[in-house]
């Protein structure tokens, strides 16, 4: 059974930082391209940032850019989601991805909330 386990997430200041992580267990992780998505209420699932297997790395050019970076350790079968100069904006559900050949797992989200 797959699963994603996504942690890290919690209250910050507007500027403060946040360092996310998503174990994943029962998939073959190293051959798994892995994302980062968020949500915010009532607005649908938005992609923040992406690194596949051959750690290509793709950042959502809109908000992430410049300020999230992804990375992944194989050994441990762990994404994170490095978050900088947080915003007031940037508070949403944030949810790992696990995606090959149109399969996709997901994570049940941690919560990340900054305070302006």
């Known amino acids: 059974q797959v699963q994603l386990v996504e942690s890290g997430g919690g209250l910050v200041h507007t500027g403060g930082s946040l360092r996310l992580s998503c174990a994943a267990s029962?998939?073959?992780?190293?051959?798994?391209?892995m994302a980062w998505f968020r949500q915010l209420p009532g607005q649908d699932r938005k992609f923040v940032a992406r690194i596949t297997r051959n750690l290509v790395k793709a950042t959502n050019t809109e908000f992430a850019q410049g300020r999230f970076f992804i990375s992944r350790d194989n050994a441990n079968n762990t994404v994170h989601l490095q978050m900088n100069d947080l915003q007031f904006e940037d508070t949403a559900v944030y949810f790992c991805?696990?995606?090959?050949?149109?399969?996709?797992?997901w994570g049940k989200g941690t919560q990340v909330f900054v305070s302006s």
């Open positions: 991805n696990a995606g090959r050949n149109g399969t996709n797992y």
């Open positions: 029962g998939l073959d992780f190293s051959n798994y391209a």
